[in-house]
Nanobody
Framework: QVRLVESGGGLVQAGGSLSLSCTVS????????MGWFRQAPGKEREFVGG????????YYGDSVKGRFTISRDNAKNLLALQMNSLKPEDTAVYYC?????????????????WGQGTQVTVSS
């Protein structure tokens, strides 16, 4: 059974930092590209960032570029998202996901597996 479990969410003040983790089980992680998505109340889920299967290439949504960093450790089955200079508009539920497809990494329907999400709240 494939499981993706996010952790590390919480409440932080604007300008602060938070680190999210995603623990993966039930699949061979190096066979999958990984992504982070988020969904704020009343808004559609959006692409935050993605990373190729080896961890060589990373991709980010425009709203987080330069502030967020994605990394992965395939040996430990871990995906991470370091979030710096957080803004109130970063408040959302953050999801990690895995895809075996090789299209555009931000394409949500391509993702085979999803975590349950972790709440990030940034106060002003």
């Amino acid at each position: 059974q494939v499981r993706l479990v996010e952790s590390g969410g919480g409440l932080v003040q604007a300008g602060g930092s938070l680190s999210l983790s995603c623990t993966v089980s039930g699949l061979t992680m190096h066979d999958y590209r990984m992504g982070w998505f988020r969904q704020a109340p009343g808004k559609e889920r959006e692409f935050v960032g993605g990373i190729d299967s080896s961890g060589t290439y990373t991709y980010y949504g425009d709203s987080v570029k330069g502030r967020f960093t994605i990394s992965r450790d395939n040996a430990k089955n871990l995906l991470a998202l370091q979030m710096n200079s957080l803004k109130p508009e970063d408040t959302a539920v953050y999801y990690c996901a895995a895809t075996s497809a090789y299209g555009y990494i931000e394409t949500m329907p391509d993702y085979n597996y999803w975590g349950q999400g972790t709440q990030v709240t940034v106060s002003s």
